[in-house]
């Protein structure tokens, strides 16, 4: 059903979290516990300031971690270290996703607002190691995150990647303006359709997405 859509594609490139696994894993219900405890401590305010100020960082300037830089010198590294330290053993295994994601002709990446150390451990958890060409981070963009267009062509441009020979895959939609304004195809991957203009696909089963692609 989607293959004409995709026949120009040669460089395919996925979102991390809620996109190469399930919302139901609640990866973020971890992260943002310890995101805010790490603005609690760096900044030193109390537990509802933190959470009040992870979320409005968070909508302001794409990610906390670009609030926290832009508004009070945070150093990334420790930072990007300590939130994704988590525990990813109820992640399953998924066997066709890989089988699907392997057979796409042309390049395969992997780009997260996450740093990419923490990628690599999910892709592993998922049984998706090896079937990438690239995974990047945010730290890849010199911290500058998704949604800002000149984050993606920072990635893009590391990668060698033509956008308009390239398909995006991702949860947030705030993280497709950009990509197709760059003249990507575009993909939610998410519950629920929505009617935006930047969407050209919307799928809340990748792997059987995948397969109509193919």
């Given at each position: 059903?989607?293959?004409?859509?995709?026949?120009?594609?040669?460089?395919?490139?996925?979102?991390?979290?809620?996109?190469?696994?399930?919302?139901?894993?609640?990866?973020?219900?971890?992260?943002?516990?310890?995101?805010?405890?790490?603005v609690m401590r760096s900044i030193g305010v109390n537990r509802a300031e933190a959470d009040h100020l992870r979320d409005l960082y968070w909508r302001q300037y794409g990610t906390t971690l670009a609030g926290l830089m832009a508004e009070h010198d945070v150093d990334p590294g420790p930072y990007l270290t300590d939130v994704h330290e988590i525990d990813l053993s109820h992640l399953e295994k998924a066997p066709l996703l890989a089988e699907r994601i392997r057979a796409l002709p042309g390049r395969k990446i992997v780009y997260t607002n996450g740093c990419s150390p923490y990628a690599?451990?999910?892709?592993q958890a998922r049984g998706l190691t090896g079937i990438f060409d690239a995974v990047y981070g945010?730290?890849?963009?010199?911290?500058?995150?998704?949604?800002?267009?000149?984050?993606?062509?920072?990635?893009?441009?590391?990668?060698?990647?033509?956008?308009?020979q390239?398909?995006?895959f991702e949860d947030d939609?705030?993280?497709?303006?950009?990509p197709h304004?760059?003249?990507?195809?575009?993909v939610h991957?998410?519950?629920?359709?929505?009617?935006?203009?930047?969407?050209?696909?919307?799928?809340d089963d990748l792997t059987a997405f995948l397969s109509q692609v193919l």
């Open positions: 059903m989607h293959a004409a859509s995709f026949s120009h594609v040669r460089a395919w490139v996925f979102d991390l979290d809620n996109t190469l696994y399930p919302p139901e894993a609640r990866l973020f219900d971890q992260i943002e516990v310890k995101m805010t405890d790490y690599h451990r999910v892709l945010v730290e890849h963009a010199n911290f500058l995150p998704k949604p800002e267009q000149a984050a993606f062509e920072a990635i893009f441009a590391l990668d060698g990647l033509a956008p308009d390239g398909a995006m939609l705030r993280n497709l303006t950009a304004a760059m003249g990507m195809r575009t991957v998410a519950p629920h359709a929505t009617g935006h203009d930047h969407i050209h696909h919307h799928t």
